[in-house]
């Protein structure tokens, strides 16, 4: 079945400690999006690929960097985690159609859930 | 700006009751779009529906039904004989061209009681 795959689900690291997620697909979608989402709160778009070309949201702090090095997959690198960063991260992805990517829609990933120690 | 409203944030409800869950949108935009996501406790969000603005029709599927209102902007979703199953919590989302991203409502947690 196609799907999106994040791992890992749960993922443990110290404060200030760098810490990669990752995800991929199987859909072939061209859009691959990071959410953050924090505990009895919606999810919380953190930026996006559209390919190759990357789109950060305007309030996403420098902690957070992405890359994708091919369609399948997209990694969410946090450099220097603080406690605030502890939160589940959904990565979702989309086929941008002629209506443009945002109104696609966002097949999500089953999540990684992070623990700042 | 773009809104969504989902008044409810917690409701629980005996096992083969039908429940709905309100959902409320604000927009400028002619054109766009409304969704409905589960998130069950395991966390992944599922997708279950997606309407379009010019597309008024209500939607059922299984137990599931969509009522669209344009005049009251709001896009209500009702489980139908619940079932333990369906305990999780129901995010309403929208989005309009231009934007990357989707607007989600606060959610509303849904508990089936056996």
């Known amino acids: 079945d196609a799907m999106v795959i994040q791992n890992p689900r749960y993922q443990v690291t110290q404060f200030g400690k760098p810490v990669t997620l990752s995800c991929s697909q199987t859909l072939n979608h061209n859009v691959m999006y990071w959410y953050q989402q924090k505990s009895s709160q919606a999810p919380k778009l953190l930026f996006h690929y559209y390919d190759k070309d990357f789109n950060n949201e305007a309030d996403t702090p420098d902690n957070f960097q992405s890359r994708r090095p091919n369609t399948s997959f997209c990694f969410l690198d946090i450099r220097s985690p603080g406690l605030g960063d502890a939160a589940m991260y959904l990565c979702?992805?989309?086929?941008?159609?002629?209506?443009?990517?945002?109104?696609?829609?966002?097949?999500f990933g089953p999540g990684t859930r992070l623990t700042v120690l | 700006a773009q809104k969504v409203t989902q008044a409810q944030t917690e409701i629980s409800v005996v096992e083969k009751e039908d429940v709905t869950l309100d959902c409320v949108y604000e927009?400028?935009?002619?054109?766009?779009?409304l969704f409905w996501y589960k998130q069950p406790p395991s966390g992944e969000l599922v997708f279950l529906i997606r309407r379009n603005s010019f597309d008024e029709q209500n939607e059922i599927s299984g137990r599931y039904s969509w009522n669209f209102q344009k005049s009251t902007s709001s896009f209500n979703f009702t489980i139908t004989a619940s079932q333990v199953v369906d305990s999780a919590v129901y995010f309403c989302?929208?989005?309009?061209?231009?934007?990357?991203?989707?607007?989600f409502g606060t959610g509303t947690r849904l508990t089936v009681i056996p």
């Open positions: 989302a929208l989005s309009v061209i231009g934007a990357n991203n989707l607007f």
């Open positions: 979702a992805t989309s086929r941008a159609g002629t209506s443009g990517r945002g109104t696609d829609t966002q097949y």
């Open positions: 927009t400028r935009d002619t054109t766009y779009y």
